[in-house]
């Protein structure tokens, strides 16, 4: 059976994905089995080695060639993705993989966020841009996770 080069792209990209997500020793990261799910992987974030019931969502999509920096991504990528998380009732994020040098690159679709008296907030995507995916930024995305389901559990009373 012959692949075509979007399939080939596309699981090439979630390799990266992987390999990337898996730099963190405290995360679990399942692939979704169905391509129409809307997510590729579901994260979850542990403590001591142990589940925390603390997850994201992440999509991924390959590019073929480069970009010179992030933001070239938002023409691209945007009215590919804004539609297809919107009930996500987690944080969810994009990954895009440029197939020329293997860079990644994240931005959120449901950011989480907490806003005044800690109430946990998921933000939509509108106005948020991309950004390099390295290491910081992956540390960036478990802290926002870690502090969006802390303000679920302690909020602060009205």
Sequence with gaps: MKRSLREFLATRAENLAFIHLTRRNDLVVNRVASPDAGVDFLVTVTRDGVPTGRMFG????????????????????????????????????VFVFTMSDDRGYFRWLKE?????????????????????????????????????????QHPQAA
């Design 112 to 152: 989480p966020a907490v806003g005044a008296r800690r109430k946990p907030v998921l933000r939509a995507a509108s106005g948020i841009g991309w950004s390099d995916l390295d290491r910081d930024a992956l540390d960036r995305i478990v802290d926002a996770v870690d502090s969006w389901y802390e303000a679920q």
């Design 58 to 93: 992440v999509q991924v999509r390959a590019r073929e060639g480069s970009v010179a920096r992030a933001a070239d991504l938002e023409a691209f990528i945007e009215p590919v993705q804004a539609g297809s998380v919107a009930d996500a009732t987690i944080p969810f994020c």
